[in-house]
């Protein structure tokens, strides 16, 4: 079924960075809404985005910006909805879809409901793709084409216009370029702390390990940075404040997923200290194949891609 153009009238987009600013060209090169309001807490991330020319309006005031919104995306670190959803619950329009992108979904979704006064549909989501860049000149509108989106409905919402605008939201994203999968909010934190989060704490990990090493320079860091190190440097650059955010916020799935990594790397501690190589041989031969799927799949984050590496977060 063909969904007609725009799918929302007037879309707000409240914090307007990497993520948020992509939504913005995606949704205008797309024609997924009639006319777009940028709003963020930041008068130089406002004014940039004025220059660029890439939304019909921007607006300082939170509330001013939802007033007449049919869609209304958070686009904030996570840990910033809670206030903003005050902010703006008294100004939003009745029927209104309110969603986000955040990478954590089961407390974010608690923040955006508690705050959120009746009549409005909280239907939070995620899109998989992003950069390790930050602001609103790192967007770009191909961002989420042919990466996932993934929708968290409110599980005790099973009313009809409810249903509407849900499916609404995912004709809104496919239109961006993305396919939607619909997940339950406690999985959704469980699947990205292990394809996500605990890779991003690794890398953050390692660098500063290798960093804190006091045999070996900082030079020697720089200068003999192979491969492996390499790509974990390019991860372990990713926001702080962002990254801060995940880990608090989704701190139960991550402490789940952390238990079990440092369980199993006990045991491969134990396999290298006895000397059981065929043990390591067999664990390497297994992720290798783990590999092969993955780029069966299409979901690795190919290096020139649009001329920027489209990561998943
Ligand atoms: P970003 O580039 O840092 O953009 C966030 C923007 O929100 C900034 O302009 C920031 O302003 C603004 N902001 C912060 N607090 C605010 C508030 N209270 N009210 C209004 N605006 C506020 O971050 P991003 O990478 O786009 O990430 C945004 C969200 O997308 C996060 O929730 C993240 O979990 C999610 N996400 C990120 C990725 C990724 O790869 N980066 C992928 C998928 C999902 P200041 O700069 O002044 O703080």
Redo the contacts with the bound molecule.
Sequence with gaps: MTTPLPVFERLTV?????????VVRAAREYKAAGHITV????Q??LDRVAALGIADAVEAD?GKAVETADLVI?????L??A??MA?IAPHLKAGATIS?????KGS?SEAMQAAAPVGVHIIPG???????????D??FAELFQDRWTILTPIAARHDDAYALAVAKLASFWRTLGAQVEQMDERHHDLVLAVTSHLPHLIAYNIVGTAADLEEVTQAEVMKYSAGGFRDFTRIAA??P??WR??FVANREAVLDVLGRFTEDLQALSRAIRWGEAEKLHELFTRTREIRRGVIALGQESPEPNFGRDR???
């Design positions: 409240i914090g307007c960075g990497l993520i948020g600013s992509s709003a963020d807490i930041s130089t991330v939170l958070f686009a904030t670190p996570v910033a909805v206030d903003v902010t986000d992108v955040g990478s954590v974010v995620h899109p998989i793709a992003g950069t390790e860049q930050s602001g609103p790192a967007g990713s926001d404040t962002m955010d995940i990561g998943k977060h």
